[in-house]
């Protein structure tokens, strides 16, 4: 009894199917050349395969194949992204960065520095201080200034010249710029004192003194 020619893939018996899968659930290029000739051979001698076909299947194969390597390739470029970035992040351990923060540390003996932002020229730049309980403990007039980051240092002392105690002091800063006031943006200096790795792919964060755990992306400027 003759047997029937069969077209397509097909004719690979359940079997064989069922062997490969078993065996392995991905499809390669081995594999399926292997299918791509067994079809060859048992297609219907009376109505062969068009050379399109053939062509239309490969092609098929070729997409599916490269979209699977492109995600093996966009996989392993974020895992070697985010081992750069905790490398990156880890070196930053002990080291101080600034962060936009209204926030102002005073320490014993020692100045507090901290700068601003303006985006453009001020006719005039005014800094207030206060303490915890909001009372103004300093003013100082800065004057005309470009637009950009400046960097400023408190003494530490009142409009009087009195040493302050150490604590957390707010720091605000307002330019005339085309005769209306604006807030400019304030930075402050904190020490990086650990690193936080998430593991579902985020971004390192950064745990300050004084001023908790923020983004990398949050740092301005490393001093």
Do not use: C
Not at 8 to 35: H, M, N, P, V, Y
Request: glycine share 6%; aromatic share 4%; net charge negative.
């Amino acid at each position: 009894m003759a047997t029937t020619p069969i077209n397509g893939i097909d004719a690979l018996s359940a079997a064989r199917l069922e062997k490969d899968k078993k065996a392995d659930k991905s499809l390669g290029q081995d594999a399926f050349l292997e299918l791509m000739i067994t079809q060859l051979k048992n297609q219907d001698p009376t109505n062969p395969m068009q050379n399109g076909e053939f062509l239309s299947q490969m092609a098929q194969f070729g997409t599916v194949s490269g979209i699977n390597d492109l995600q093996k390739s966009f996989t392993s470029l974020a895992s070697a992204l985010q081992s750069s970035q905790a490398l990156q992040a880890s070196t930053m351990v002990g080291r101080e960065v600034e962060v936009e923060s209204s926030k102002l540390k005073l320490v014993d003996e020692q100045n507090a520095p901290f700068a601003f932002e303006i985006e453009a020229p001020a006719t005039a730049v005014r800094v207030t201080i206060q303490d915890e309980a909001g009372a103004t403990v300093r003013t100082l007039g800065l004057g005309r200034m470009a637009a950009g980051t400046h960097d400023v240092s408190w003494d530490g002392r009142d409009a009087a010249g009195n040493r302050l105690k150490a604590g957390k002091y707010t720091v605000k800063v307002d330019a005339t710029i085309d005769n209306a006031q604006q807030a400019a943006t304030t930075l402050v200096r904190a020490t990086v004192e650990s690193v936080s790795l998430p593991r579902n792919g985020q971004q390192p964060s950064l745990n300050l003194a004084d001023y908790g755990s923020l983004s990398m992306e949050a740092v301005r400027r490393v001093m």
